[in-house]
């Protein structure tokens, strides 16, 4: 009985041990399980991390496209302002040069030149060259046109040209460029010659014809 009872007490020592054992494995897979479940919440949290400084370099990027974007447009608003200054000095350079200009159209009528382009690019200046001087677009004056002209036209280079005196820089009476002035004498020479009836005008070139 005695021995019995010992066998007993052994049988139920090894089945608490068993039950230890199996006590201690759960122990040891919630444990696992604990820092299974850590190692995920650490890498949500990486994730979560990651995300967050992405959102941010697209921000950065999205505040530097702004800024480029910005300077972009105040680089076109200088160079706009740039053209238009451009514009304005060579619109002044061009005025300042129409102070000493062409002035054919009297002479072209007289002659009875009634197509002077053609009649010019006949006598020898290049057509981009005798449009330019009709147009007064001219900022140089060449010597060989105003030898040709001269030649063709039987007349001085003082013919040829016309002083528009600027306001802002007058010029003494006695000035020399005063006599390129058109005068009220010449313009009135001007109209009578454009509405003289052709008898008066034929008589007047029999008239010159037979002095000379």
Do not use: W
């Not at 949500?44 to 300077?71: G, H, P, Q």
């Not at 002035?181 to 001007?190: L, N, S």
């Amino acid at each position: 009985m005695t021995f019995d009872n010992l066998v007993l007490c052994f049988s139920n020592l090894v089945s608490s041990f068993d039950n230890l054992v199996l006590t201690f494995s759960n122990l040891v897979l919630t444990f696992s399980n604990l820092v299974s479940s850590s190692n995920n919440l650490v890498l949500c949290f990486s994730n979560f991390v990651l995300c967050s400084n992405n959102l941010v370099l697209t921000f950065d990027n999205l505040v530097l496209s702004f800024i480029n974007l910005v300077s972009s447009s105040n680089n076109f608003v200088l160079n706009f302002d740039n053209l238009v200054l451009s514009f304005i000095n060579l619109i002044s350079t061009f005025n300042t040069f129409l102070m000493l200009s062409y002035n054919l159209e009297p002479i072209f009528k007289a002659r009875g030149i009634d197509k002077p382009y053609t009649f010019m690019v006949k006598a020898g200046i290049s057509p981009s060259s005798s449009h330019a001087i009709l147009n007064n677009n001219t900022r140089s004056f060449r010597l060989d046109h105003i030898e040709l002209l001269c030649r063709v036209l039987i007349c001085e280079p003082n013919d040829l040209l016309v002083f528009t005196p600027d306001p802002d820089k007058p010029l003494p009476p006695n000035h020399p460029l005063n006599i390129l002035r058109e005068t009220e004498q010449q313009t009135a020479f001007k109209e009578t010659l454009f509405t003289i009836p052709f008898k008066q005008l034929k008589e007047i070139t029999k008239q010159i014809g037979s002095g000379s």
